[in-house]
């Protein structure tokens, strides 16, 4: 019993974690352009024009 | 220089993003514009998010685009857009990972109750299953109990009724059990359901969002608008909502007008085919009227604006149209079909077994267990799952080809069509003039002509680059180009001053033609035609071999439509008024279901009548909106492949049906029997689920 009263909320929390992890992404639009990420690696950068 | 602007955000559509090369161009091109601060694209929509000083107008913008060589449609508004149906679907998304993070909890504590942990453990475990069970249950059946609850209030009945009652009976029932230290709960089961479910949902409203996004990219005449000339004789770009009657619009050649209204000044020929399906082009001069929508051809005109927005001719056909959509809204989708019967079984079935366990004596605790079970069994889950998770992997699969199919059950009307009705122009045909027997003329004159044309934007210029190029034609190389408005284009040669422009008489009535002249000696006389799209026949054929009737609905004169459908071997009625279209499909629609493919704006009231309906992507606005599916490119063969995809999916959710059925013929008796605990439960719903989406994946890759 000792065990399951730290183990039990460890698992809860990794899932908590997850969930807001992937509420987080959602809402900073991660999943908005799924394609476009794939291709992205494929653009190189104009490193000095940036400002 | 340091001053903060406030900067405003645009969003544009750009169809031409096809590979990473775009994205650089366009994220690195856009930005050295200085009024452009930041670009984005969004590859999956084919979308560019511009953050841009406000003073920035949008033909400037549109031009930064065309600078790199790509097309551009604004979108929405500036404000930034707040997208009713993809804030559902977000909404979803956030219930389905609410519910997948509680089913996987739960059932990491359900499973330490299988396998034996008894007494305090077993409560406690309970419990814990209770507390991340019911939030999650309050917050992800929300879309469960709405719909439930609409359905009640009108007296009828959906799929939503018995999840519903199941969720909240076995819940409450589970409740019960852990505070009575009871062996049973039922929560894993009820969030597994939810999840499912849910899934099911969301995959539903992404497709439409996907072909919503699609569309939106399509619409070239959202966000148009016109050079209106001022008081002080200056023009300036208006958006289109804010023109208003006696402004004096500049309409250059190839630009669509925005408003209704009267010329003013100069003549052209006015493109009338998405409005009237007439093919020849119109001849227009001071004081005749023209209509939002049209195609000026040949020269920049002054038109007086008459009437914008509701009041436009436009507003005839889309009151038409209203009325032709109540028709199809009518048509109820295969699941709830289904659900009509099964709901009341389900029901009857629940309420059986507790009857019946009461009658022999159970006690109503375990006779309510049992009937608990039987619901939770036979929720349909699988039938949740199987028409959406079907209809989405066919609907990618036809995005693949270049066809945008708008819901589910634009697919479930497209497979039961057995008659298809086809506008002519701009459907069976290209709807564009196409330069004629360019191979003809001498490799000079074509070099010639490519070098002139590629000059000018006007429409027959564009239309004779795009020949030539497909010739592969080298250009020739001259100099000191120059473009006169309403005439043509010149310049010069070695010694030679050629010129590409309008015949100087008349030739042949009102046929499209140009004419190349080299120091004033007319060398040439390119003429130009709308012609069939190139499988045509092919299509055609390949229809009526699937057992689909088809015949020519045209607006354009019976002289213009009779050698279309004498190459084509189809019947067709000509000259034919929006209303005629509506009515000769709904002299059909008694005994055939109806395909209705067209492009006009004269198609949109036939097209919200058919049963199902079809346009191309160059259609008019108001025909792709009202289709359900839209193919892009010059083929027709879409239209077929999208047909036989639509029945192969009906086939495949039939055979999924089946499947859900054939569980329930064995799950039923045994929940009947008592003998599915909770562990039996979660096995069978996620064995059915996981074989009706495996069924439903085998549409992957059913287009060669």
């Not at chain 1, 959602?26 to 950068?45: C, N, S, T």
């Not at chain 2, 290209?430 to 003329?441: C, K, N, S």
């Not at chain 2, 054929?541 to 607006?555: K, Y």
């Amino acid at each position: 019993m000792n065990g399951l009263a730290v183990l039990i909320p460890i698992a809860l929390g990794l899932g908590l974690l997850g969930l807001a992890a992937f509420f987080w992404s959602l809402r900073r639009g991660q999943f908005d352009d799924l394609d476009g990420a794939a291709l992205r690696i494929f653009v190189e950068d104009e490193e000095e024009a940036a400002p | 220089m340091t001053t903060v602007i406030a900067l405003v955000e645009r969003d544009f559509a750009v169809p031409d993003i096809r590979c990473a090369g775009c994205i650089a161009k366009l994220e690195q091109g856009l930005v050295r514009d200085r009024r452009i601060a930041t670009a984005r694209v969004n590859f999956t929509e084919k979308r560019v998010h511009l953050s841009c000083v406000p003073d920035a107008e949008l033909p400037d913008l549109i031009g930064a685009f065309m600078a790199l060589g790509f097309e551009a449609h604004p979108i929405g508004n500036a404000l930034g857009d707040a997208d009713p149906a993809a804030a559902g679907s977000r909404e979803l998304l956030r219930a389905v990972a609410v519910a997948g993070f509680a089913m996987m909890n739960i059932m990491l504590l359900s499973v330490s109750v299988w396998s034996g942990a008894a007494g305090a453990t077993r409560d406690l475990f309970h419990w814990l299953s209770a507390m991340i069970a019911l939030p999650t249950i309050a917050y992800a059946g929300r879309p469960f109990f709405r719909s439930a609850w609409r359905a009640l209030r009108h007296r009828q009945t959906n799929m939503d009724v018995p999840i519903s009652i199941g969720v909240l009976l076995a819940s409450t029932l589970s409740l019960y059990e852990t505070a009575t230290h009871g062996a049973h709960t039922y929560f894993d089961g009820a969030v597994m359901l939810l999840f499912f479910l849910l899934c099911g949902r969301w995959l539903d409203s992404v497709m439409r969002d996907r072909a919503r996004g699609g569309i939106t990219a399509l619409l070239r005449n959202m966000g148009t608008g016109a050079m209106v000339l001022g008081a002080d004789g200056k023009s300036r770009w208006i958006d289109a909502t804010a023109l208003e009657p006696g402004m004096v619009m500049l309409v250059a050649a190839g630009e669509r007008l925005a408003a209704d209204g009267a010329v003013i000044r100069g003549s052209s020929r006015l493109d009338l085919s998405l409005l009237t399906g007439e093919s020849a082009p119109q001849l227009v001069r001071p004081d005749d009227r023209v209509h939002a929508g049209t195609l000026n051809l040949d020269a920049p005109v002054e038109i007086k604006v008459s009437a914008v927005g509701a009041d436009t001719a436009l507003a005839d056909i889309a009151r038409l149209m209203g009325e032709a959509a109540q028709g199809k809204s009518r048509y109820v989708r295969i699941a709830d079909r289904a659900a009509r019967l099964y709901a009341p079984a389900v029901h009857a079935l629940a309420l059986l077994a507790f009857v019946g366990w009461m009658i022999i004596g159970a006690g109503w605790h375990q006779s309510l267990l049992i009937a608990v079970a039987v619901l939770i069994i036979t929720c349909p889950c699988a039938l949740g799952l199987a028409v959406p998770a079907a209809q989405i992997v066919a609907a990618g699969e036809l995005m693949r080809v270049g066809v945008l199919v708008k819901d589910g059950s634009a697919l479930e009307r497209l497979a039961e069509v057995d008659r298809a009705m086809i506008d002519k122009t701009g459907t069976l045909t290209l709807g564009r003039p196409e330069a004629r027997d360019l191979e003809r003329l001498a490799p000079h004159v074509q070099s010639l002509a490519l070098a002139l044309a590629q000059a000018s934007r006007h429409p027959l210029s564009e239309a004779l680059t795009r020949g030539l190029q497909a010739l592969d034609v080298a250009r020739a190389d001259v100099h000191a180009i120059r473009e006169t408005p309403g005439f043509g284009v010149e310049a010069r040669w070695g010694d030679h001053v050629v010129t590409l422009g309008r015949p100087s008489d008349p030739i042949g009535g009102d046929a499209l033609a140009t004419q190349l002249s080299i120091d004033g000696a007319l060398i040439a006389t390119i003429r130009f035609a709308d012609r069939l799209r190139p499988d045509a026949r092919a299509a055609i054929d390949a229809l009526r071999s699937d057992g689909i009737d088809v015949s020519i609905l045209s607006g354009d004169r019976a002289a213009a439509v009779a050698p279309v459908a004498r190459e084509l071997a189809m019947t067709a009625q000509t000259g034919m008024s929006p209303q005629d279209k509506l009515a000769a499909l709904a002299r059909q629609s008694v005994t055939h279901k109806v395909l209705m493919i067209g492009d006009g704006l004269n198609d949109g009231p036939a097209l919200a009548a058919g049963h199902a309906s079809m346009a191309p992507g160059s259609a008019s606005d108001v025909g792709k909106n009202a289709s359900d599916c839209i193919f892009l490119g010059d083929r027709l063969m879409p239209i077929v492949a999208t047909l036989r995809m639509a029945r192969r999916t009906q086939a495949i959710v039939r055979q999924n049906f089946a499947l859900a059925i054939g569980y329930n013929v064995i799950a039923v008796p045994l929940a009947f029997l008592g003998y599915v605990t909770p562990l039996v439960a979660a096995l069978a719903m996620s064995g059915s689920s996981l074989l009706v989406v495996g069924n439903a994946m085998r549409l992957k890759r059913a287009i060669r």
